[in-house]
């Protein structure tokens, strides 16, 4: 059902004009904004990393947009009620959503590596490719969960463009994407190390150049996602109760 599910929606987000514009534009923007902020530091060894880092800005916001968006096409449609009364778990029914914004994301890292080598001659040579394969579908399935977790947020919201808008760009900040964590001040650190995004992305940074042992940063990004697909799960069902009961679950 999850599987039949995800490729349903991946298919209808496939469809929607604004997501085909979103994915021809943003990684060109992402890949050129990573390149020239390296060099402008002075670290144009470091280019790679900043290919890899701005993928995972795509993913992280497909992730994000495409949860909050998904749900609120259930409402325009008319068929949000219909999941929601479908006879198994709310979680089981809005994760194959999470899911696909996940899997359509995976163009953004594709698509953000191939800008860098064809426009900006980044050299793609991975210090461990075979990690990096496995690390990068681990993250994205990771976010996928985290996805569940927001998503069951947005059902009780009217508008979740409100609250996506307010954490693209703090999350991928915190998470070390683009910028070390390193940098950031002190109080980010317990913040950023709860965050799945974090050891997502530090997994795949760790298999795109070398820097550290990628299977124990993968490994935690999935404990953690597992927990945030637990607990959005229950938070699925009791928000779809609360909006049942309140008579919200339906307002546009």
Request: aromatic share 8%; proline share 7%.
């Amino acid at each position: 059902m999850i599987a039949v599910g995800a490729l349903l929606h991946a298919k209808q987000l496939s469809r929607s004009p604004f997501e085909i514009a979103t994915a021809l534009i943003v990684p060109v923007v992402q890949a050129t904004l990573a390149v020239y902020l390296f060099r402008a530091g002075g670290e144009p060894g470091r280019l790679l990393e900043a290919a890899v880092g701005a993928g995972l800005m795509g993913v992280w916001s497909s992730v994000l947009f495409g949860s909050g968006g998904a749900i609120q096409n259930q409402r325009w449609q008319g068929t949000l009620e219909m999941i929601m009364l479908a006879p198994r778990p709310p979680a089981l029914v809005v994760l194959p959503i999470t899911l696909a914004t996940a899997l359509t994301g995976t163009y953004a890292m594709l698509a953000t590596l191939a800008w860098g080598r064809l426009l900006y001659g980044i050299p793609l040579t991975f210090a461990h490719p075979l990690a990096f394969a496995v690390a990068v579908p681990g993250c994205i399935i990771g976010l996928g969960m985290f996805g569940l977790l927001l998503a069951s947020t947005f059902v009780l919201l009217r508008n979740a463009n409100a609250l996506t808008n307010t954490l693209e760009y703090p999350i991928w900040l915190v998470s070390g994407m683009l910028v070390p964590i390193t940098a950031l001040p002190g109080w980010t650190g317990p913040i950023a190390a709860v965050l799945p995004t974090t050891w997502g992305a530090r997994a795949v940074r760790e298999a795109a150049t070398g820097s550290g042992p990628v299977w124990p940063s993968l490994g935690i990004c999935l404990v953690i996602s597992l927990a945030c697909l637990a607990l959005g799960a229950i938070m699925m069902t009791h928000v779809e109760r609360r909006a049942r009961a309140a008579a919200t679950l339906a307002l546009a």
